[in-house]
Every structure is written in structure tokens, then in C-alpha cells.
């Protein structure tokens, strides 16, 4: 095969002539390494391989080296079925890390939302997802994750206006997540969406910007109040109980003064008792025993004693001898 000869300016150069050899050579690599990228793929470890011929779904394939008909005959989507994705909304994160950077773009339309009680909150929230089939993630819906943004959105909408602004803002924050986590599993799962919600995070949740100094001092006054009555608490918590240690004193020192008193009059009945018994046994013994016993409590606490004899016809000896007695001391 000869060459040819190609002018460039003045000069002529000569380029050989190819050998049909080698250009075959080089088409046949060229459509073999054709057929080595067409036919062999490799899935990584957090995904799975969706593999179509000709358009049609035929089979799902596991991480590792798998084979496939070359040439476009089949193809292979890769889905992450292991990565958690999330879509914020209200927000938007530029740069992630430490130092987080979000945008500082407007997206209060996403975020404005009117509770229960006719109250406007800016409701800031992530929705966290997996996908869980991954058939169904690529063929039953044409944009899956603009389909995530709307039911998200519409359900986060309802369960809002479902509650106060002070359990959105404040009470309820874990409860409302919950809910919106049950509802739009539901639909997504009625959609065929193939998507997984892992949580819903409600990131920030404040009063709009013309409102918030009004709300801070609603939040002032609450919080007073909650001082207060923690306040009023501690000292109902500290004097309750003195007060009842009080009265329970004063009842068992009651009840000890009753069983005291009770215990000393069976006494006494007890001992008058015994001695009308002996008295009935032995009157006359017991009669001179009490008077014996009488005179000699009373005896020692009198001054002056008369002694008087039953056979005495008169006291003047007597009473003249206590007054000499007396004038005698005197």
C-alpha cells in the first residue's frame, strides 16, 4: 500500500501507508474493549444493580463483579440502597461541617405555616430517608424526590394546623415529628415511592419576625410564672410537712396522756378493788388497818395534837395546859 504526499507551505511531507493488519488489529481491540466495559460492571458495597434489557426490568444485582449482555443489549442503574439521604426544608445547607454555612436565601414559603389556634410559625425541618426498593424507586415514580418534597410538605402543613402554636413551638416537637413520620411513610408506601423514611427532625420552629418580640415577652411572662410557682411550691413543700409533724406530735403526746390516765384509773380501780376484797373478808382488821394507815399520813402535818381519853369528864385541864403552853412561847 503506497503513501501519499500532503504540502505544508513549502514543504512536502510523506505519510506512509497504513498496513491493513494492523489496522485490523486495532478495530478488533478497539470492539474488544468494547465488550469487556459493556459486559462486566462492578456494584459497590452500599448498592445494588438494577439491570435492564432493552428497557424492560429483569433482574436486581448484589455488591460485587457481575456480567451482562454487551453493546446496550442490557444496562445497569446503581441505587445506594445503604446511604441515608434528607432533603431540608425552610433551609438550605451550603457548606456542612464545624462551622456550618446555610444559604441566606428566602424560603419562608416553605417554612410559614398556620397552627391550630390561628398562630403563624416558621416551622424549619429535615426528612431523612433510605431506599428500600429499589425498583420501585427508579419506575413507579417519574421524580421521587420532588414527590418526597410535596407529601412532606402537605403532611407537615396538616399536622401543624392540627396543634397550638405553643405545642409546635415548644410542648410537642417530638409528638408532631412522630406524626408526620407515620402519615407520609403511609402515602409514600401508597405511591409505591420505594423510599424508607428514617426521621424527620424539626430543626428550628419560631414565631414569624414581626411577631417574635411580642412572643419573647409571652415567654418572659410564662417563664415568671413557672419561678413563681415553683417558688410557692417549695415553701407549701416546706411548711406541709412541718406542719404535719406538728400535729402528729400533738396526737401522740394526746394519745400517750389518754393511756397514761386510762392505765392509772384501772390502776386505782384495780387497788380499791383488791382492798374492798380484803375488807369483805375482814372488815374489823382492815377498818383499823386503813385508820392506822390515815393517822399516819395525817398525824406528821399537824403542829399541835390533843389526845383525848374516853373516861375524861372535861377538857379544862387540857385546853389550860395549851395555854401555858402558848404563854409560855410567848
Known amino acids: 500500500m503506497e503513501g501519499r504526499t500532503i504540502n505544508i507551505g513549502n514543504e512536502q511531507i510523506k505519510i506512509p501507508a497504513m498496513n491493513k493488519r494492523i489496522l ?3 478495530i478488533v481491540g478497539f470492539l474488544g474493549l468494547w465488550l469487556i466495559f459493556t459486559t462486566f460492571y462492578t456494584i459497590e458495597a452500599d448498592e445494588v444493580g438494577v439491570v435492564q434489557r432493552f428497557g424492560k426490568y429483569i433482574v436486581t444485582t448484589q455488591p460485587g463483579l457481575h456480567l451482562k449482555m454487551p453493546w446496550g443489549i442490557e444496562t445497569v442503574k446503581k441505587v445506594r440502597v445503604q446511604r441515608v439521604f ?3 426544608f425552610g433551609f438550605r445547607t451550603v457548606t456542612p461541617g ?4 446555610y444559604s441566606d436565601a428566602d424560603f419562608s414559603t416553605e417554612s410559614l405555616m398556620l397552627t391550630g389556634d390561628l398562630n403563624s410559625a416558621l416551622v424549619e425541618w429535615v426528612v431523612q430517608y433510605r431506599i428500600k426498593d429499589p425498583v420501585k424507586y427508579l419506575f413507579r415514580v417519574r421524580n421521587v424526590e420532588a ?3 410535596y407529601v412532606s410538605e402537605a403532611v407537615m402543613r396538616q399536622v401543624v394546623g392540627d396543634h397550638s402554636v405553643d405545642e409546635v413551638i415548644i410542648l410537642s416537637r417530638k409528638q408532631i415529628a412522630q406524626d408526620v413520620t407515620d402519615m407520609m411513610q403511609s402515602l409514600l408506601d401508597n405511591y409505591e415511592t420505594g423510599i424508607d423514611i428514617v426521621t424527620i427532625n424539626l ?3 419560631n414565631p414569624p419576625v414581626p411577631v417574635q418580640p411580642a412572643f419573647n415577652e409571652v415567654n418572659e411572662a410564662r417563664q ?3 419561678r413563681i410557682i415553683n417558688e410557692a411550691r417549695e415553701a407549701y413543700n416546706a411548711a406541709i410537712p412541718r406542719a404535719k409533724g406538728g400535729a402528729e406530735q400533738l396526737v401522740l403526746e394526746a394519745e400517750g396522756y389518754a393511756t397514761n390516765r386510762i392505765n392509772r384509773a384501772r390502776g386505782d380501780a384495780d387497788r380499791f378493788i383488791a382492798v374492798w376484797k380484803e375488807y369483805a373478808n375482814a372488815k374489823d382488821v ?7 394507815e390515815m393517822m399516819n399520813d395525817v398525824l406528821p402535818k399537824i403542829d399541835q395534837k390533843i389526845i383525848v381519853d ?3 369528864k372535861t377538857f379544862l385541864p387540857l385546853m389550860q395546859l395549851g395555854k401555858e403552853t402558848a404563854n409560855e412561847k410567848q
Request: net charge neutral; charged share 40%.
Open 310 to 312: 374516853e373516861q375524861m
Open 286 to 292: 382492815t377498818r383499823r388497818r386503813l385508820y392506822i
Open 24 to 26: 485490523l488489529y486495532i
Open 86 to 88: 434528607k432533603e431540608e
Open 203 to 205: 430543626q428550628d420552629v
Open 98 to 101: 464545624v462551622n456550618t454555612v
Open 224 to 226: 415568671e410564672k413557672e
Open 147 to 149: 414527590t418526597l418534597r
